[in-house]
Nanobody
Framework: VQLQASGGGLVQAGGSLRLSCTAS?????MGWFRQVPGQEREFVAA????????NYADSVKGRFAISRDNSKNTVYLEMNSLKPEDTAAYYC????????????????????WGRGTLVTVSS
């Protein structure tokens, strides 16, 4: 499985960005995580590929939306009302082996990772 993320950049607080991640190969669940240097990788959102079940971190509920386009093999993360604390490197990931009722927030469950795309939110 190969993952290619894009869409990061610099945005002012209150602004919006859309991240994209194109996946090749099998995936049951796709997730977005973020990481700030010196901190642990943090769950952001996840979606089951087959039926679109969702899971969000509390910190992004109501502001971020994850979606997928099966025809393009792409998962998106629409980020609105961005805050400076959203600044991080964002990573997409694929879980190819599990079928869970709720898409997992656990980074250890994801076995393939893309390269991060940097999101910087200025105040």
């Amino acid at each position: 499985v190969q993952l290619q993320a894009s869409g990061g950049g610099l945005v002012q607080a209150g602004g919006s960005l859309r991240l994209s991640c194109t996946a090749s190969g099998r995936r049951n669940t796709m997730g977005w995580f973020r990481q700030v240097p010196g901190q642990e990788r943090e769950f952001v959102a996840a979606i089951s590929w087959a039926d679109g079940r969702l899971n969000y971190a509390d910190s992004v509920k109501g502001r971020f939306a994850i979606s997928r386009d099966n025809s393009k093999n792409t998962v998106y993360l629409e980020m609105n009302s961005l805050k400076p604390e959203d600044t991080a490197a964002y990573y997409c990931a694929a879980d190819t082996s599990r079928f869970l009722v709720v898409p997992s927030p656990k980074a250890a469950f994801y076995d393939y990772w893309g390269r991060g795309t940097l999101v910087t939110v200025s105040s």
